[in-house]
């Protein structure tokens, strides 16, 4: 058996169980599914279940639960392990020089007797070089090792790739879920639980860091941010979307925030159901703008910030994809006329 305690992964766990269960092992896995449900943390799970001293099952098959306490638990765990290794982008990149070291230390012979594992985070980020080095390792993999490749962009990862390995899914994870996971780690009222769960999407790394308030203020200054938008001061406007840019790691964040506000804001006009809303505490300013605002309106507002996200998401650059979003968004909303009084 292979578990973990990982969430809501019911169906990827399964696929990994069932490797581990019958040791049939793939030289390849493919984990794909949205930015921050366990990706990597199951990688690394993975890992541990196939070398952990403890956790051979009852019929004696090699892998099986990984204790976390054994000293190859924790060395795994700690990235000290020689046979684990973790290869993540360098920059925006993960570089030919990084695929090279795995390629040589996969050449060499193993230190311990058990598996080897190169979990590469974020494999669509891979240079075309690298990809193509990986290929010629996948297509003659050593003995005894598996590659395990996580990605959110699985259409930017080489079909050739994809082709070689096995394919796990990672879904979003539900609400109840996502509950259980913040009442294990976190002390919050209700109100604030349930709160962060619903503004997660399904997320929860992203449910995490709203408990732990490390998005608070992220949140506060993009909700402030809406409120420039249809002043139709382009000046302004093209002002917010350069020191935005400066961060492409948080924009994505941001995108989200105002996708879920306008969602919140449609929601409300279509159903009048409070209880529908993502941004729980911010009920009575969703009801006002509700009023101001056609239906079609706030359909293409949430068109415009899905299709910037996807444009981000394929590495598009940052400065003008915002320039464009934020001017699209401010002739939207924006009233002609107040920009004069
Ligand atoms: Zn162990
Ligand atoms: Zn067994």
Redesign the pocket.
């Given at each position: 058996?292979f578990r973990c305690n990982i969430r809501g992964q019911q169906e990827a766990l399964s696929v990994l169980d069932r490797a581990?269960?019958s040791?049939h092992i793939a030289h390849a896995y493919l984990f794909i599914g949205p930015e921050g449900v366990g990706k990597r943390t199951c990688a690394i799970e993975f890992a541990k279940a196939l070398n952990c001293q403890e956790g051979?099952?009852?019929?004696?098959?090699?892998?099986?639960i990984p204790c976390g306490q054994c000293p190859t638990c924790r060395a795994i765990a700690d990235g000290n392990f020689p046979d684990v290794s973790v290869v993540s982008p360098s920059g925006a990149t993960i570089r030919i020089e990084q695929v090279r070291e795995v390629r040589r230390s996969a050449g060499l012979k193993a230190h311990t007797s058990g598996w080897r594992v190169w979990v590469f985070e974020d494999s669509d980020k891979m240079t075309e070089e690298a990809a193509n080095a990986l290929l010629r390792t996948l297509e003659e993999p050593p003995p005894r090792s598996v590659m395990v490749l996580t990605t959110s962009n699985p259409f930017l990862v080489l079909p050739t790739i994809v082709s070689r390995c096995q394919v796990v899914r990672f879904g979003h994870v539900s609400l109840p879920e996502i509950n259980a996971i913040l009442t294990e780690r976190f002390d919050l009222s209700d109100q604030d639980r349930e709160l962060f769960a619903s503004l997660s999407g399904g997320i929860p790394a992203k449910a995490i860091r709203l408990a732990r308030g490390e998005e608070r203020q992220a949140r506060e200054r993009a909700l402030d941010l809406l409120r420039k938008i249809g002043t139709r001061d382009t000046l302004e406007i093209l002002k917010i979307s350069e020191s935005l840019a400066e961060d492409r790691t948080s924009l994505v964040g941001y995108l989200e925030m105002w996708t879920s506000w306008y969602r919140d804001i449609l929601i409300l006009k279509e159903t009048g159901d409070t209880g529908l809303l993502l941004n729980r505490d911010r009920q009575e300013e969703i009801s006002g703008v509700a009023c101001e605002n056609s239906t079609d309106k706030l359909i293409s507002a949430i068109q415009i910030l899905q299709e910037a996200l996807n444009a981000l998401r394929q590495n598009a650059n940052a400065r003008l994809c915002m320039d464009s979003v934020l001017l699209r968004l401010d002739r939207l909303l924006g009233d002609p006329r107040r920009k004069e009084n």
């Amino acid at each position: 058996m292979f578990r973990c305690n990982i969430r809501g992964q019911q169906e990827a766990l399964s696929v990994l169980d069932r490797a581990v269960s019958s040791g049939h092992i793939a030289h390849a896995y493919l984990f794909i599914g949205p930015e921050g449900v366990g990706k990597r943390t199951c990688a690394i799970e993975f890992a541990k279940a196939l070398n952990c001293q403890e956790g051979s099952c009852s019929r004696g098959c090699q892998g099986g639960i990984p204790c976390g306490q054994c000293p190859t638990c924790r060395a795994i765990a700690d990235g000290n392990f020689p046979d684990v290794s973790v290869v993540s982008p360098s920059g925006a990149t993960i570089r030919i020089e990084q695929v090279r070291e795995v390629r040589r230390s996969a050449g060499l012979k193993a230190h311990t007797s058990g598996w080897r594992v190169w979990v590469f985070e974020d494999s669509d980020k891979m240079t075309e070089e690298a990809a193509n080095a990986l290929l010629r390792t996948l297509e003659e993999p050593p003995p005894r090792s598996v590659m395990v490749l996580t990605t959110s962009n699985p259409f930017l990862v080489l079909p050739t790739i994809v082709s070689r390995c096995q394919v796990v899914r990672f879904g979003h994870v539900s609400l109840p879920e996502i509950n259980a996971i913040l009442t294990e780690r976190f002390d919050l009222s209700d109100q604030d639980r349930e709160l962060f769960a619903s503004l997660s999407g399904g997320i929860p790394a992203k449910a995490i860091r709203l408990a732990r308030g490390e998005e608070r203020q992220a949140r506060e200054r993009a909700l402030d941010l809406l409120r420039k938008i249809g002043t139709r001061d382009t000046l302004e406007i093209l002002k917010i979307s350069e020191s935005l840019a400066e961060d492409r790691t948080s924009l994505v964040g941001y995108l989200e925030m105002w996708t879920s506000w306008y969602r919140d804001i449609l929601i409300l006009k279509e159903t009048g159901d409070t209880g529908l809303l993502l941004n729980r505490d911010r009920q009575e300013e969703i009801s006002g703008v509700a009023c101001e605002n056609s239906t079609d309106k706030l359909i293409s507002a949430i068109q415009i910030l899905q299709e910037a996200l996807n444009a981000l998401r394929q590495n598009a650059n940052a400065r003008l994809c915002m320039d464009s979003v934020l001017l699209r968004l401010d002739r939207l909303l924006g009233d002609p006329r107040r920009k004069e009084n």
